[in-house]
């Protein structure tokens, strides 16, 4: 049942089913072979499921099984489902281990099929981790073991993930002839699914109009949901947008990254989903639905900040910026962007943080008096204190806000000002009454802190040089 129900992909709920029935089986009837068979199984069909994690707990107890009973050939196998349940969980390091070992114990046993498996597991987890040359090497191996074998579907797609790996080692026009190999064997075979994966692979890197591209997506998109290739149905509609968006159609990218993004959030591949989600948000944002497109960025900037990717939670901030901007939202923008610039400070970003600040109306960077502004900006930093109920982004606003009004930007030290008020607002109505009264504090500390540190003999030199005209 497992294999027939994963042939048509749309199935995977109930080839897990399947196989965790074998397992409950094999455990009720006390045989530990067809348990560790049976975990093996289970393991290669819930990734599909967005169970990532329970797949390699699975593979890894097959492995413990084979182990304990000495039992080689179950072992390779479970050593190469442990690598693909551990590339999937993004753990590309073990799974090189898992691939490794699995393909080692492979030819000792000279399965042709364990080492099949195993050179195409560890292919793909060694182009996840860009290590092109080693991954060649394997490929090279991997498409000239399947010929030998008579595999011609194996070997077509070993040619496919060969052509993948020259084209990211910038060799395209081997990468074409490669796409090209793969798509007669399987026109020669009648296959018309992987012709049309073959075809995508193909048109990413061959050179033809927008137009053309948009023509053969569409075909690729509808032949991938008449065979429920879900997978495939995602990269192609996602190619389907970006050719849409440069031709203009915005409202049409819209709705074919929206489909792509239901995929990707059915199969839980969350790394694939950002990305999905950022043009998303810009196509909607182009296209006039700012509300809708805020909506969007919240989602990307929640589902980076709970992967712990910080640098990209920053970027979409600052895309939601934009976009909240556009939408008339001036204070919300504002402090997004703020919010933004904190974790670059945090991340020691330099580059993107001074770029977040001149987007905020401080130029620290490739202007007139760029250095003085940061050099100020960075000393209020340094003498607002750290724990106070405003956080990070409340340091940030008054720093702004101060620099703003010293060097005349009076619309500008208004909006973080705004901003400033909006969030201690947002604070007391949260239950923190102390937040005016801290804020009161923080600007008498600030005070404090520049007459501590000022020169006024020198002050006024400096005055009196900026008021004298220069000479040549």
């Given at each position: 049942?497992?294999?027939?129900?994963?042939?048509?992909?749309?199935?995977?709920?109930?080839?897990?089913?399947?196989?965790?029935?074998?397992?409950?089986?094999?455990?009720?009837?006390?045989?530990?072979?067809?348990?560790?068979?049976?975990?093996?199984?289970?393991?290669?069909?819930?990734?599909?499921?967005?169970?990532?994690?329970?797949?390699?707990?699975?593979?890894?107890?097959?492995?413990?099984?084979?182990?304990?009973?000495?039992?080689?050939?179950?072992?390779?196998?479970?050593?190469?489902?442990?690598?693909?349940?551990?590339?999937?969980?993004?753990?590309?390091?073990?799974?090189?281990?898992?691939?490794?070992?699995?393909?080692?114990?492979?030819?000792?046993?000279?399965?042709?099929?364990?080492?099949?498996?195993?050179?195409?597991?560890?292919?793909?987890?060694?182009?996840?981790?860009?290590?092109?040359?080693?991954?060649?090497?394997?490929?090279?191996?991997?498409?000239?073991?399947?010929?030998?074998?008579?595999?011609?579907?194996?070997?077509?797609?070993?040619?496919?993930?060969?052509?993948?790996?020259?084209?990211?080692?910038?060799?395209?026009?081997?990468?074409?002839?490669?796409?090209?190999?793969?798509?007669?064997?399987?026109?020669?075979?009648?296959?018309?699914?992987?012709?049309?994966?073959?075809?995508?692979?193909?048109?990413?890197?061959?050179?033809?109009?927008?137009?053309?591209?948009?023509?053969?997506?569409?075909?690729?998109?509808?032949?991938?949901?008449?065979?429920?290739?879900?997978?495939?149905?995602?990269?192609?509609?996602?190619?389907?947008?970006?050719?849409?968006?440069?031709?203009?159609?915005y409202e049409e990218a819209v709705t074919a990254y929206r489909?792509?993004?239901?995929?990707?959030?059915?199969?839980?591949?969350?790394?694939?989903?950002?990305?999905?989600?950022?043009?998303?948000?810009?196509?909607?944002?182009?296209?006039?639905?700012?509300?809708?497109?805020?909506?969007?960025?919240?989602?990307?900037?929640?589902?980076?900040?709970?992967?712990?990717?910080?640098?990209?939670?920053?970027?979409?901030?600052?895309?939601?910026?934009?976009?909240?901007?556009?939408?008339?939202?001036?204070?919300?923008?504002?402090?997004?962007?703020?919010?933004?610039?904190?974790?670059?400070?945090?991340?020691?970003?330099?580059?993107?943080?001074?770029?977040?600040?001149?987007?905020?109306?401080?130029?620290?960077?490739?202007?007139?008096?760029?250095?003085?502004?940061?050099?100020?900006?960075?000393?209020?930093?340094?003498?607002?204190?750290?724990?106070?109920?405003?956080?990070?982004?409340?340091?940030?606003?008054?720093?702004?806000?101060?620099?703003?009004?010293?060097?005349?930007?009076?619309?500008?030290?208004?909006?973080?000002?705004?901003?400033?008020?909006?969030?201690?607002?947002?604070?007391?109505?949260?239950?923190?009454?102390?937040?005016?009264?801290?804020?009161?504090?923080?600007?008498?500390?600030?005070?404090?802190?520049?007459?501590?540190?000022?020169?006024?003999?020198?002050?006024?030199?400096?005055?009196?040089?900026?008021?004298?005209?220069?000479?040549?």
């Amino acid at each position: 049942m497992r294999p027939f129900l994963l042939s048509r992909r749309s199935y995977a709920t109930d080839a897990a089913t399947v196989a965790q029935l074998a397992v409950d089986c094999a455990r009720e009837i006390g045989h530990p072979c067809c348990e560790a068979t049976a975990l093996n199984h289970l393991s290669q069909v819930l990734p599909d499921c967005g169970r990532v994690e329970e797949a390699v707990q699975a593979a890894s107890m097959s492995l413990d099984i084979s182990r304990t009973r000495g039992d080689r050939m179950r072992q390779a196998s479970a050593l190469t489902s442990l690598g693909t349940s551990l590339q999937r969980a993004e753990r590309y390091e073990d799974a090189v281990k898992a691939h490794t070992e699995g393909l080692t114990l492979s030819r000792e046993l000279g399965d042709q099929n364990c080492i099949g498996k195993a050179l195409m597991g560890l292919a793909d987890t060694l182009n996840g981790t860009q290590r092109y040359d080693e991954a060649l090497d394997v490929l090279h191996e991997s498409v000239g073991h399947f010929a030998a074998a008579g595999d011609w579907h194996a070997e077509g797609l070993q040619l496919m993930r060969l052509g993948d790996t020259l084209f990211a080692m910038k060799r395209s026009p081997e990468a074409v002839e490669t796409f090209r190999r793969a798509l007669v064997l399987y026109q020669e075979r009648g296959d018309e699914h992987h012709q049309a994966i073959a075809l995508q692979h193909l048109w990413s890197v061959s050179d033809m109009s927008a137009q053309e591209a948009v023509d053969n997506y569409q075909r690729l998109v509808a032949v991938c949901h008449k065979v429920c290739d879900r997978a495939l149905e995602s990269v192609a509609l996602y190619a389907l947008g970006n050719k849409l968006k440069q031709l203009g159609r915005y409202e049409e990218a819209v709705t074919a990254y929206r489909q792509a993004a239901a995929i990707h959030e059915e199969r839980d591949e969350e790394r694939l989903l950002l990305t999905v989600l950022n043009d998303l948000g810009t196509a909607l944002r182009t296209a006039g639905r700012c509300t809708e497109a805020a909506e969007v960025h919240e989602r990307e900037i929640e589902l980076a900040r709970a992967r712990g990717e910080r640098h990209r939670e920053a970027e979409a901030l600052e895309r939601m910026s934009t976009t909240l901007r556009q939408g008339r939202r001036r204070t919300e923008a504002v402090t997004a962007r703020a919010r933004a610039v904190g974790i670059y400070r945090e991340q020691n970003d330099t580059w993107c943080e001074g770029r977040a600040l001149g987007d905020l109306g401080l130029p620290v960077r490739d202007a007139p008096r760029a250095d003085r502004n940061k050099t100020g900006y960075t000393w209020l930093l340094d003498n607002l204190p750290p724990n106070n109920p405003l956080g990070e982004e409340g340091r940030i606003l008054v720093a702004l806000m101060v620099m703003h009004a010293r060097t005349g930007h009076v619309i500008a030290a208004f909006w973080a000002w705004a901003t400033l008020t909006r969030t201690i607002l947002r604070l007391v109505d949260e239950g923190q009454s102390q937040a005016p009264g801290h804020y009161v504090q923080v600007l008498k500390q600030l005070m404090k802190a520049s007459l501590h540190n000022a020169h006024p003999v020198q002050a006024f030199i400096d005055w009196r040089n900026r008021l004298r005209r220069r000479t040549t």
